[in-house]
């Protein structure tokens, strides 16, 4: 039976109030429960970050990608959508660049040398500290860490510094000795070498911070019971303490390889990639290439920095994490 509506009142529709309605308003966050106000608090304090990281890291990255893939050079930020899509070509011509394959080996060397180094001697560090060292042990601490939070560009004045061929610390040292000392950085055969020390130096405090946390964690029962049934120092180190510093010798590992994998400030205050590009590093090599205005050869050689960063990730995590 229809029903009669009032001349001049109006019918409105009510919203909808369903289940489905109720699932959207869940789904959004947008409820009025205290987990939906919670909800909205969470987006509107992380809208700032979201704002910044979508403007200054994901869309650079994002732009770089689209670059490697096309002819851009400077001249054509006035007008990006005049660039022409050549695919992969760019990568093509990196490898085909004797420059960048030198740039590459001398990446490859600073990693597979400076690497295991690094974290070996800071290992080594941590343990001393926590068994061979007993007095001044904070001293020894922190003069260990000091490398790591002093500005690597005042590291890298004051090695450059001291080895000076002729008025260089080093070299007056070793003419004290009658050893005529070379030419550090400006040989061949001793830049490169100089670079991975001074690397080692300076990261080994981390290392060392991270590892000693990773000791002192081992619980002493187990160095008890090994000691118990006969074992060693060398395999209670080896069979006890070492596989439980797994962890900490993967977070190392991870955390050092990607800065290794990027090394940049060292070269470019020491060398500038010289002599006859011994220590051009693939990042320098990009830098270069972007100064000359070759953005898609500096992009699709930061990415390939970037893929070789993800392999030796992954290469880590199979070799380095915990079985169990």
Known sequence: MPTNTLPGRET?????????????????????TPHGRQARAAWILA???????????????????????????????????????????????LFEDEQ????LRNTAVFVLVGLPLTLAAGLAAAVLLNHGIRRFRAVFRVGFYLPVITSVVAVAVVWKTLL??????VNTVLA?????????LADTRFALPVMILMAVWRNLGTVMIIML????????????????????????FWRVTFPLLRPALLLTAVTTGI???QFFDEPFVMTD?????????????????????NYDVASAAGYVVFVLIIALTVLQFRVLRDKD
């Open 273 to 293: 990639g010289g002599p006859l590009d011994s220590t051009l590093s693939a990042t320098m090599y990009a830098y270069k290439q972007f100064g000359n205005g």
């Open 259 to 261: 800065g290794y994998l």
């Open 47 to 93: 809208a700032p970050f979201l704002a910044l990281f979508l403007a200054f890291m994901l869309l650079p990255v994002v732009w770089s990608l689209l670059m490697s893939l096309t002819d851009t050079q400077s001249a054509d930020l006035r007008t990006p959508l005049n660039v022409s899509f050549i695919g992969f070509d760019n990568y093509v011509r």
């Open 12 to 32: 409105h529709e009510q919203p909808a109030t369903g289940p489905a309605s109720t699932d959207r308003r869940r789904i959004l966050g947008l409820g009025r």
């Open 164 to 169: 000076e061929p002729r008025a260089g610390l």
């Open 213 to 236: 946390a990773g000791l002192q964690s081992v619980p002493q029962s187990l160095m008890e019971a090994a000691e118990l049934d006969g074992a060693g120092a060398w395999q209670r």
């Open 176 to 184: 004290w000795f009658g050893i005529d000392g070379p030419a550090w």
């Open 100 to 103: 960048f394959r030198r740039a």
